[in-house]
């Protein structure tokens, strides 16, 4: 199902007609951060289906994992050898994954490199149901310089709905373009969960600038995947961490260990939020931004 936000008139967020409201009930996320083995997807795929079943048992509802937690970022790899490294359409390798979906009724968000149905490379977060069904892929859109030689760019953004909460997908550099997590506000969406690599020094400080402003600019909760350890060349920092809609930091793993972090979605936070820092509303409402930003169409994905 296709979703865009229109109108030129837009009531205040707890009445977007495309959010169908405000959600009515808290939703439990965790996001994950795990040591890989470079270009082995079947081990990565087992370190996955672990993680998943931990974060059920903490009574998680959707695991977020890192930008290409399949393969590690590892672009020489994947480049050489892309039946073995990246994903393909159909790959039984994901079975670990979709079957501890299906066993703990759980969606997982997983990074990967995908070899699609015309042989392009994609940079795409896998989506599984608690179904164990593969929903839909969401293929990062803005590409950092040295990806778009290697990589062709996704053309829509990605909304999942789940327990009434509408999450917008993001893969690293997406979230440097204030445009991107704007689009999935736009078309109601109560959080903002991207996959990335961040690195120590420069990646670790725009993380800890890009994400609470995508969360403050649109009141949404922001989270964040990323890698711990050496990957594809990059010396990564860890730090995977959710934001609340005002922009604060409400949890935080640390540099360099594999760890889970779970945090709760608060329906009554969104909104005491929202009526706080209209910030919002007033880009909706203000003739000067009604159109907005260019949203490129959005896909919805309701899960079970």
Known sequence: MSST??????????????????????LRIATVQAPVVAGDIPTNAATAAALIREAAAA???????????????????ITADPLRHAVQPVDPRLAPITDACRESAVTAVVGAAVRDEAGELRVSALVVGPDGELVTRYDKQYLFKSESEIYRPGTTGCTLELDGWRLGLGICYDS???????????????????????????????????????????????????????????NTCGASAVWSPDGRLLAEAGPDARELVLADLDP?????????????HDFRSNPAFR??????????HRLG
């Open 176 to 234: 440097g373009f204030a445009e991107h997590a704007r689009a999935a506000a736009l078309d109601g969406c109560h959080a903002y969960l991207v996959g990335a690599l961040f690195s120590v020094g420069h990646g670790h400080h725009e993380s800890r600038t890009w994400f609470p402003a995508r969360a403050l600019d649109n009141t949404v909760y922001a989270v964040l995947s990323n890698h711990i350890g050496q990957t594809g060349g990059w």
């Open 291 to 300: 159109t907005g930003p260019a949203a490129g169409g959005r896909l919805l």
């Open 268 to 280: 009554a936070v969104l909104s005491a939020t929202r009526q706080s820092e209209p910030l919002l």
């Open 5 to 26: 936000a229109t109108a030129d008139h837009l009531p205040r967020p707890a009445e977007h007609p495309l959010a169908g409201g405000l959600p009515s009930t808290v």
């Open 59 to 77: 009574g998680a509802r959707l695991v977020l994992f890192a930008e290409k937690f399949l393969s590690g970022y590892e672009p020489a790899l």
